[in-house]
């Protein structure tokens, strides 16, 4: 009759194991199964699966026709930087780059004050030979909004743009390039 019960027991706990969501990711429950003399213990232990470790902002700079640096950046909350030297940059092709998480944070800080989610998707003049600026920033929902801008953005966008350039010029070994 123990055993029977047991395995009633053990079936109904077998079927509660469904997953579960999180606000981290998904979790689920993992049953034990202990004796301890004639007494069975059961214990469930629940366990995180981490959140999706895709990009939390993505960079990109547009050729022109003349010598405008070109390259792009896809940027990881841990730091990490996947970087595309496309043209008029000293460094040229794929690379795996990095930064400071504390530096991502505050990217993303400067983001929500200059009021990203607000912005247009598109600040263009039509001239065909200007550079691009391209920023997408992940939502709390997961998708990412996206801005293109050139010269005629208002100055909160400028400015935003501004600073972005900055930090990733620096990483791109552009100071001192002419830009």
Same mark, same amino acid.
């Given at each position: 009759?123990?055993? %029977?019960?047991?395995?009633?027991?053990?079936?109904? /706990?077998?079927?509660? *194991?469904?997953?579960? =969501?999180?606000?981290?990711?998904?979790?689920?429950?993992?049953? @034990?199964?202990?004796?301890?003399? @004639?007494? $069975?213990?059961?214990?469930?232990? =629940?366990?995180? $699966?981490?959140?999706? &470790?895709?990009?939390?902002?993505?960079?990109?700079?547009?050729?022109?026709?003349? =010598?405008?640096? #070109?390259?792009?950046?896809?940027?990881?909350?841990?730091?990490?930087?996947?970087?595309?030297?496309?043209?008029?940059?000293?460094?040229?092709?794929?690379?795996?780059? @990095?930064?400071?998480? $504390?530096?991502?944070?505050?990217?993303?800080?400067?983001?929500?004050? #200059?009021? /990203?989610?607000? /912005?247009?998707?598109?600040? %263009?003049?039509? &001239?065909?030979? *200007?550079?691009?600026?391209?920023?997408?920033?992940?939502?709390?929902?997961?998708?990412?909004?996206?801005?293109? #801008?050139?010269?005629? &953005?208002?100055?909160?966008?400028?400015?935003? /743009? &501004?600073?972005? $350039?900055?930090?990733?010029?620096?990483?791109?070994?552009?100071?001192?390039?002419?830009?």
């Amino acid at each position: 009759m123990r055993i %029977l019960s047991l395995l009633l027991l053990l079936s109904f /706990f077998s079927f509660s *194991l469904v997953p579960t =969501a999180t606000a981290q990711g998904t979790s689920t429950k993992k049953v @034990k199964v202990k004796k301890a003399g @004639k007494k $069975t213990v059961l214990t469930t232990k =629940a366990t995180a $699966t981490p959140a999706p &470790a895709g990009p939390v902002l993505t960079f990109e700079r547009t050729p022109c026709f003349g =010598a405008c640096p #070109a390259y792009s950046m896809q940027v990881y909350a841990d730091g990490r930087v996947a970087y595309e030297g496309r043209h008029s940059v000293p460094l040229m092709g794929k690379r795996d780059l @990095k930064l400071p998480a $504390t530096a991502v944070a505050e990217m993303l800080r400067q983001a929500k004050a #200059a009021r /990203f989610e607000t /912005f247009d998707k598109e600040y %263009l003049t039509g &001239a065909t030979d *200007l550079p691009s600026t391209v920023v997408a920033i992940r939502q709390p929902d997961g998708s990412f909004k996206k801005v293109k #801008a050139e010269s005629n &953005a208002p100055e909160n966008v400028k400015a935003y /743009f &501004a600073y972005l $350039t900055t930090q990733f010029d620096q990483l791109a070994q552009l100071d001192g390039v002419e830009k």
